[in-house]
DNA sequence: ACGGTTCGCTTTGCGATGCAAAGTAGAGCC
DNA sequence: GGCTCTACTTTGCATCGCAAAGCGAACCGT
């Protein structure tokens, strides 16, 4: 029993931890990349476009990431007709950012594993 | 109905087609991460231990991805002790690649959008 | 003014999936 | 010969993503 008690410093080097799973999402990710690059906030609409889903998958993932206090949703009325408005949420910006810090670390794991030769930016040769 | 045929040029301009539903994913991404790091590849416990997973969530993974064709899986013995040794495929370092590619343009959206101003790598040029 | 259509969004249903707990198999001790 | 440890696999459940259907309020033509 001796042996497995010795933990390699390695233990989880690999593990990323940090990738929320309500951010570590394809769509749920869109969305929030969506989102902070419109700080001022997007209407449902948009943001279907812009992340290419259909009305039932978004509205599905923003009642999530609302749950989750990432995102606020505003409902109103505009010309006469609903519109939903998204926002990050402060909250949700910083877990954003927390999250991406950890993506950036897989990439650099990642391409510096892959070794400077096979470069990602410049496709193999 | 004039109207919607008008594509936005930003259409789907944050969906990531690119992700592939079977690499990202927390465990699996840890997985090839860990893999593309050891070219010559992982027996199953030393996976298990840097990606800090369950032996069933492992081999779970593991089946996805060989099936996948992302990774080959070498079971054979050492010292008289079963051990499964786990490699990159050739065609699953090029997938694997492209998908940090797309990772990489959603770190770049992202910090882009979140403003130099806030840290992140904050080397932006 | 009222029937139909469109827009904006929600709900429902289902198939897929991740995860953990239990199960299997063989090697090494006592 | 049983006990246990390692190395995996299988099973079961609960969650989740997704698409199709539903719903209601506006607008449009007649």
């Known amino acids: ?14 593990s990323y ?3 929320d799973r309500v951010i570590h999402e394809k ?6 990349t969506s989102l902070v690059a419109h700080p001022k906030g997007l209407a449902f609409p948009d943001l279907k476009r812009l992340c290419n889903l259909t009305d039932g998958n978004l509205s599905r993932h923003l009642a ?9 949703l505003e409902k ?3 010309q006469n007709r609903p ?8 909250a949700g910006r910083g877990r954003f950012l927390e999250y991406l810090t950890v993506l950036e670390q897989v ?3 990642a391409a510096r594993a892959a070794g400077p030769a096979s470069d990602l930016a410049t496709k193999t040769a």
């Open 64 to 72: 999530v990431l609302q749950e989750a206090d990432l995102v606020s």
């Open 27 to 32: 769509a749920r990710l869109s969305v929030l």
């Open 17 to 19: 931890e940090g990738l």
């Open 1 to 14: 029993m001796a042996r497995s008690d010795a933990p390699d410093r390695d233990d989880g080097r690999f």
């Open 107 to 109: 990439v650099r794991d």
């Open 76 to 78: 109103g009325q505009v």
């Open 83 to 90: 519109q939903t408005l998204c926002r990050l949420t402060p």
